[in-house]
């Protein structure tokens, strides 16, 4: 069964830091593509940022553009989201997805809450 694993969520003031972590398991990691998505109750689900494979190429939504660091561990199944200056915008459930270099299965985390205050 797999299993994706979101950890790290939390409040946080304006300005702030968080590292989330997904911790994958039930599926041969270094065949998926990992990503972070984000939802915010009344917004629709918004793409945060992507690692491939080997962790070679990495993407970015323009909102998070060089606040926001992906990076992933092969040897653990782990990757994580590094958030720096962090604004109330940021708020919204983060989700880590695995998506098959295959291109043919994708699975989604239960989310972990991000909540950023003024």
């Known amino acids: 069964q797999v299993q994706l694993v979101e950890s790290g969520g939390g409040l946080v003031q304006a300005g702030g830091s968080l590292i989330l972590s997904c911790a994958a398991s039930g599926l041969t990691f270094k065949g998926y593509d990992m990503g972070w998505y984000r939802h915010d109750p009344g917004k629709e689900r918004e793409f945060a940022a992507t690692?491939?494979?080997?962790?070679?190429?990495?993407y970015y939504a323009d909102s998070v553009q060089s606040r926001f660091t992906i990076s992933r561990n092969n040897a653990e199944n782990t990757v994580c989201l590094q958030m720096n200056s962090l604004n109330p915008e940021d708020t919204a459930v983060y989700s880590c997805?695995?998506?098959?270099?295959?291109?043919?299965?994708?699975?989604w985390g239960q989310g972990t809450q991000v909540t950023v205050s003024s």
């Open positions: 690692i491939t494979v080997s962790g070679s190429a990495t």
């Open positions: 997805i695995a998506v098959s270099t295959l291109g043919h299965t994708a699975y």
